[in-house]
């Protein structure tokens, strides 16, 4: 049981916004801790997709984007791509856990 | 440009100790500016964060796991390792070394990750 919930998948055709929800409480998102994504391609390592909530490592795509409101935070994903075919995880700390760290469930995008 | 890598046997038998070492190039371990986590992902699973540890030896693991798992240090060789005891089937996972940039920054560079079976 993940302490972060996402919803289990989605699904959008190529050029079409998607986005992803990450749901906590109050003693990780919205305790004020900052939410990082990641993209695992099929058979791939996780990669980071965003950090600090809505930054960008350097080459990744502007289509992708990053929020985060109080217990909750979002992945944004515009001009959807094949490419862009991939399981998608939140991850955060969780005082309740001594502030280490907590990922999300896992969100399945699939391109149409 | 940060690699890393890890490395142990694919296949070990219930009741046994896993073994695996992570070894990072393109970057010191022991210049202090990380934390070096594992994770692992249980087959057609989500993630599940072990642990990390400090240059300098101090280590935290996740409270959720039972005190099965181990990690340490070694900066000579620039590796960090992990040992997991008394194995049963429901540690089969694939395990990612990763280095841990921080609460405002994530986990920014992953190895690719080795499969581990607990099976006789």
């Known amino acids: 049981q993940s302490v972060l919930t996402q919803t289990p998948s989605v699904s959008g055709a190529p050029g079409q916004r998607v986005t992803i929800s990450c749901t906590g409480s109050s003693s990780n998102i919205g305790a004020g801790y900052d939410v990082h994504w990641y993209q695992q391609l099929p058979g791939t390592a996780p990669k980071l997709l965003i950090y600090g909530n809505n930054n960008r490592p350097s080459g990744v795509p502007d289509r992708f984007s990053g929020s985060k409101s109080g217990t909750s935070a979002s992945l944004a994903i515009t001009g959807l791509q094949a490419e862009d075919e991939a399981d998608y995880y939140c991850q955060s700390y969780d005082s309740s856990l001594s502030g280490l760290h907590v990922f999300g469930s896992g969100t399945k995008v699939t391109v149409l | 440009q940060v690699q890393l890598q890890e490395s142990g046997p694919g296949l070990v038998k219930p009741s046994q100790t896993l073994s695996l070492t992570c070894t990072v190039s393109g970057d010191s371990i022991s210049s202090g500016r990380y934390f070096w986590s594992w994770i692992r992902q249980h087959p057609g699973k989500g993630l599940e964060w072990i642990g990390y540890i400090y240059y300098s030896g101090t280590a935290y693991s996740n409270p959720s796991l039972k005190s099965r798992f181990t990690i340490s240090v070694d900066t000579s060789k620039n590796q960090f390792s992990l040992k997991v005891s008394s194995v049963t089937a429901a540690d089969t996972a694939v395990y990612y070394c990763?280095?841990?940039?921080?609460?405002?920054?994530?986990?920014?560079?992953w190895g690719q990750g080795t499969l581990v079976t607990v099976s006789s």
């Open positions: 990763a280095r841990d940039a921080g609460g405002s920054t994530g986990l920014d560079y």
